[in-house]
């Protein structure tokens, strides 16, 4: 019998009470809109996290909820004196029968987002936090539970730095591989892709409620950033192609840019699309027709080099932009096209070797995180006393 059980045994046999938060803690919003983000010494925790340094404090060790917006429910740990900005809850815990850590690691377990007002953004307020309730057992069992918890976060995040660290380790020698096979002298002729495009044309936008489970493949130009690696051959999304309005089509072979992004250093990320079917492109995204090897031309446009090129774009209301005519101006490395299928064969294994282990990395991640949470739900779960 582990010493939480004999202590529950001891202590509360018949269950745990549990209070509502309002009865535990008392909430205030931070404060303070725009935060210098150099010198001050005290850490300034946002919604997600620390974001710089202020010369004021206005909390000790306490969680913080984020509660507006993106991180709106997101529960951070204050270290020390610390100062909170306008987007964050902090949470002072009112009753001496609950020690603040304990406190914070159920905080943790709650599903925040799901009971925030929904309107414009998502908004945590105090009339939700407040009707939640935790169970609280004897502050000798919180004490045990937070010992253990305590040691536990640090062997995850020691873990979880481990496989990041490796996994970015992976990902740098696969960049410098590639970008080093597609390094030529001067017998290699470099092009601009105007030059080497059978036709460019741009997109037409299929709206979100318009991606449907069936119907005719298509690619909206965010899905380039977030769910497409250099080359692919198969679409995420379809759409039911007459509800679109002067349809633009991809095949085999074409190139996609999204033009529109939110960094400079992303702008115009591309993909190849080498699957069978014919299929439509969004808007905010270019196409490119061409007659080289597709996966050579992928290849060469995810170098370095070829996104320095790229990320020439023009911000416009904090939004990044490129066209076609700045996407016509990269250049690339042209060998012959027997030459270019050397190169993809070789890459083609290197890449498969660096993404097995890719995936296999980002999995110990989540399976790592999903332990965590497993057993830190389990020990903060109690069964409730009867009144």
């Known amino acids: 019998m582990s010493k939480i059980d004999e202590l529950i045994d001891e202590l509360c046999p018949d269950g745990v009470e549990y209070k509502k938060l309002g009865d535990i803690y008392k909430f205030q919003y931070g404060t303070g809109n725009t935060i210098p983000q150099t010198g001050g010494i005290y850490p300034v925790y946002g919604s997600n996290g620390v974001v710089g340094k202020h010369t004021e404090f206005n909390s000790e060790d ?21 100062f909170v900005t306008y987007n964050g809850v902090i949470c002072k815990v009112k009753s001496n029968s609950v020690i603040p850590k304990y406190a914070y690691y159920q905080l943790l377990k709650q599903d925040f987002l799901s009971k925030a007002n929904k309107g414009s953004q998502p908004f945590v307020s105090y009339n939700m936090l407040n009707k939640i309730q935790i169970p609280v057992p004897p502050l000798p069992i919180q004490e045990e539970i937070v010992r253990i918890l305590d040691n536990f976060t640090e062997l995850t995040t020691e873990l979880t730095t481990e496989l990041t660290t490796e996994l970015t380790t992976r990902k740098k020698q696969y960049e410098y591989y590639r970008d080093s096979l597609l390094t030529f002298d001067d017998s290699v002729e470099w092009k601009e892709l105007g030059e080497i495009s059978t036709n460019m ?19 909206r130009y965010g899905e380039i950033y977030t769910k497409y690696n ?29 033009i529109t992004g939110e960094s ?10 080498v699957g069978s079917e014919k299929c439509l492109a969004g808007g905010d995204m270019v196409v490119m027709k061409h007659n080289q090897n597709p996966k050579y031309i992928a290849y060469a446009l995810s170098t370095v080099n070829a996104q320095i090129q790229k990320s020439k774009g023009r911000v416009k209301s904090k939004v990044v932009h490129s066209n076609v005519d700045a996407i016509k101006k990269i250049k ?31 999995a110990e991640i989540e399976a790592r995180q999903q332990q965590y949470e497993y057993y830190r739900d389990k020990l903060l779960t109690f069964k409730e006393k009867k009144a």
Do not use: M
């Not at 507006?68 to 610390?82: E, L, M, P, Q, R």
């Not at 042209?334 to 660096?354: C, G, H, M």
């Open 62 to 82: 306490s969680p913080i909820i984020g509660h507006i917006g993106a991180y709106a429910g997101i529960v951070n740990w204050g270290f020390g004196k610390h």
């Open 201 to 219: 044309y741009r997109g037409t936008g299929i709206k979100r409620d318009q991606v449907t489970l069936e119907g005719t493949p298509c690619v």
């Open 230 to 258: 250099i080359w692919f051959d198969k679409c995420f999304s379809n759409t039911n192609e007459e509800l679109i309005r002067n349809k633009k089509y991809f095949e085999y072979g074409d190139v996609l840019f999204a």
């Open 264 to 273: 400079v250093e992303e702008i115009a990320k591309s993909c190849v699309y």
């Open 332 to 362: 690339v490395p042209v060998p012959p096209l027997k030459e270019q299928e050397r190169i993809v064969a070789i890459l083609d294994k290197f890449d498969t070797l660096t993404n097995d282990i890719s995936k296999g990395l980002p």
